[in-house]
């Protein structure tokens, strides 16, 4: 999960700007995206699974995946976590995004800012 307060408002302001209902527009007509699309939950699922399965929430991944897009936010750290072409919307997001990161750190403990 992407836990960045940073990185979160600006995906949140992608949201709201309609950044969901474009990525869930291209899916339905867009034959490659949604193959690599489903490729994407296919490999969240694998992953999850390799460190435990619960059999509650078995074929579920997150965002949305397969089929809809439901959280840039999820799909944003998906793609952090795995690196560059495996989650095609989850890419999109980040190169959308300004750098959050050069500014200052996301972590912050008891006021005192912390380098990463």
Not at 59 to 70: E, F, L, N, Q, T
Not at 86 to 96: C, I
Request: charged share 25%; net charge negative.
């Amino acid at each position: 999960y992407l836990t960045c307060p940073r990185a979160c408002s600006a995906i949140g302001t992608l949201e709201a700007d309609g950044g969901m209902k474009a990525m869930q527009d291209r899916l339905t007509t867009d034959a490659d995206l949604a193959d690599r699309y489903r490729a994407a939950h296919e490999d969240y699922l694998a992953r999850r699974n390799a460190i435990a399965e619960v059999e509650q929430i078995a074929g579920i991944s997150a965002g949305g995946m397969p089929d809809r897009v439901k959280c840039l936010h999820v799909l944003a750290a998906h793609a952090l976590a795995v690196g560059p072409g495996v989650n095609p919307l989850g890419d999109e997001v980040l190169e959308q995004l300004s750098p959050w990161w050069q500014r200052r750190s996301c972590a912050d403990t008891f006021g005192q800012e912390v380098a990463l």
